[in-house]
């Protein structure tokens, strides 16, 4: 089956943070604030598949304030931070959803996210992950992470279901 068939069932897109929605840069300041940068047109990706019915998740391995404000933003409601294994979580979202794992895609880009890309019926590396997540992944981005990624992936999921058009109608 190829990336675009399995885009097509796609209900529920689950992204990491550091290295995915950011460049992976974590800048401390004099007075211990952590600052990380986030791409708009991620933004808009990531509330362009909300507008048209796929789910957006955030499961990353650290707390932070600042990706709290950013998923709040973005209007994601499924957030959780702090989590060493992802997968038994991942499975808590499964059974609340009653999807199944050929319904979702992952975006990963560093070895703490291949329990998650195996697991995944799209298993989605940024341009700039490690050897091992590409290894697995069914589709590689053009773009890094923190640079675009997800928003490539929310173009290639909502062209595969025929809402592209649709978005863009909304836009206007």
């Not at 529920?12 to 990380?36: A, F, H, K």
């Not at 048209?52 to 950013?70: M, P, W």
């Not at 329990?115 to 799209?122: A, P, S």
């Not at 050897?131 to 640079?147: D, F, N």
């Amino acid at each position: 089956m190829d990336v675009n068939q399995i885009a097509q069932n796609v209900k529920l897109v689950i992204l990491d943070v550091d290295g995915v929605m950011t460049d992976g840069r974590i800048v401390i300041d004099e007075e211990g604030r952590e600052t990380r940068h986030f791409d708009i047109k991620d933004g808009l990706g990531t509330v362009a598949l909300q507008m048209l019915g796929v789910e957006v998740a955030i499961i990353t391995s650290k707390r932070s304030g600042a990706v709290a404000r950013r998923a709040e933003e973005l209007r994601i409601k499924r957030l959780h931070q702090g989590v060493r294994k992802k997968v038994p979580v991942y499975e808590q979202i499964l059974q609340e959803m009653g999807i199944t794992d050929d319904q979702v895609c992952y975006v990963g880009d560093d070895l703490n996210d291949l329990g998650m890309m195996k697991r995944v019926g799209l298993p989605v590396a940024v341009a700039d992950a490690v050897p091992e997540i590409k290894a697995v992944a069914r589709y590689v981005t053009k773009a890094p992470g923190g640079h675009g990624a997800v928003r490539e992936v929310a173009e290639l999921i909502l062209k595969a279901q025929g809402k592209w058009e649709t978005l863009l109608a909304k836009l206007q």
